[in-house]
T-cell receptor, first 115, second 113 residues
């Protein structure tokens, strides 16, 4: 149980384009989803927290207009990186938590490369 | 003081030995604690959760919690080269509206064959 998927697993795009990453909870209802980014050999960095049906809460320093998060259902959250630049290249990981649960389960991650 | 602190390592142990990973946290009111394993280039995967003082065992893994000392540890018995990874300690800390999960920076473990 507690399986979280992400799609795509890897994406390469040109600078200036937008990229959408999907995060799905496959066998539970995720009332809260989290988006992280991680640079090579660095720690996880929380970007934002989203609750189903509500606007996402962004961490300090994360541009909400650049990283658009939508949590439209209890099983799906999306992260859109708008007008991507090479410095946005990173490993993006989502996690999900069910209602009344204390535990986050991570998706497999999406490796974004912006040329 | 960071909310969750771990020694970054690397911690190197020989195959078959016990690996001991430690974590301290600052919020005395924390009630939920987790250990995740992250292989290079992969996302974290949950190994164990622990909520009560004492030991919790699952196979070769034992989590230990001491709330009075604000300390949580992970022991890996009979360490294998496949255990080589970064181990993340995570703690649920109180915030407005409930709680949030804070991750430590992780300890890199190398198990030498």
């Amino acid at each position: 149980g507690a399986v979280v998927s992400q799609h795509p697993s890897r994406v390469i795009c040109k600078s200036g384009t937008s990229v959408k990453i999907e995060c799905r909870s496959l066998d539970f209802q995720a009332t809260t989803m989290f988006w992280y980014r991680q640079f090579p050999k660095k720690s996880l960095m929380l970007m934002a927290t989203s609750n189903e049906g509500s606007k996402a809460t962004y961490e300090q320093g994360v541009e909400k207009d650049k990283f658009l998060i939508n949590h439209a259902s209890l099983t799906l959250s999306t992260l859109t990186v708008t007008s991507a630049h090479p410095e946005d290249s990173s490993f993006y990981i989502c996690s999900a938590r069910a209602r009344d649960s204390y535990t986050q389960y991570f998706g497999p991650g999406t490796r974004l490369t912006v040329l | 003081q960071k909310e969750v602190e771990q020694n970054s390592g690397p911690l190197s142990v020989p195959e078959g030995a016990i690996a001991s990973l430690n974590c301290t946290y600052s919020d005395r009111g924390s009630q939920s604690f987790f250990w995740y394993r992250q292989y290079s280039g992969k996302s974290p995967e949950l190994i164990m959760s622990i909520y009560s003082n004492g030991d919790k065992e699952d196979g070769r893994f034992t989590a230990q919690l001491n709330k009075a000392s604000q300390y949580v540890s992970l022991l890996i018995r009979d360490s294998q080269p496949s255990d080589s990874a970064t181990y993340l300690c995570a703690v649920n800390v109180r915030n407005t509206g409930g709680f949030k999960t804070i991750f430590g920076a992780g300890t890199r473990l190398f198990v030498k064959a």
